[in-house]
């Protein structure tokens, strides 16, 4: 459980941990979503591509995602599943489901894979928290900014300014200095 000997030495802990809020503070309503993609050399790829809907070959939603040094396939979702290792069956309905739906992919070559997780929630966790520490009696303010799921990217810009502007509203008279 989240520990509050921080609060000895912080008035605000931003707490953006992603799927570890389940262990760090005991959200049991975030949980992973697991993801695995490739790294491909196929410099002929220049664009994105996002298949929408159910396709036959991969669960979730198959892509192609073209970059300047190698192209990132992908499309596996996984509710629930907490390991980080490559499964070589995922591997193998990624490369099929991509290949089928984007032949011009055959001839690329793997460089890497990659597996991650997702922080998934039914609702992103943006809000504010007073713990008191039991032995002090100092209270110390929690701000919660996590459960983006697959959209972090999307949202973090927004998410972030709206923590700075939580941070701002606690600390109106004080002179703030990270101690990072």
Known sequence: MFS???????????????????????DT???PSRGQVMRVK???VKHWMLLEGKHPYIPGI??????STATLI?????????????????TKTIWNGVTAA????KDAVVLEEKTGLRPMREEIRLEREEKKDPLSGRTVQVIHN????ANGITWSLGCAKEVALMVKQLLPEKSVKSRL
């Open 29 to 31: 309503k975030v949980f």
């Open 74 to 90: 992908g499309g596996i979702r996984q509710d629930g599943r907490w390991d980080l290792h490559n499964d070589p069956r995922d």
């Open 62 to 67: 198959p892509y192609v995602a073209g970059g």
């Open 4 to 26: 509050l000997k921080l609060s000895l030495d912080y008035d605000v802990i931003i707490n953006c941990t992603g799927v570890g809020a389940h262990g760090l503070v005991g």
């Open 146 to 149: 996590y459960g983006h799921g």
């Open 102 to 105: 984007f032949p011009a992919l």
């Open 42 to 44: 196929a410099p002929w």
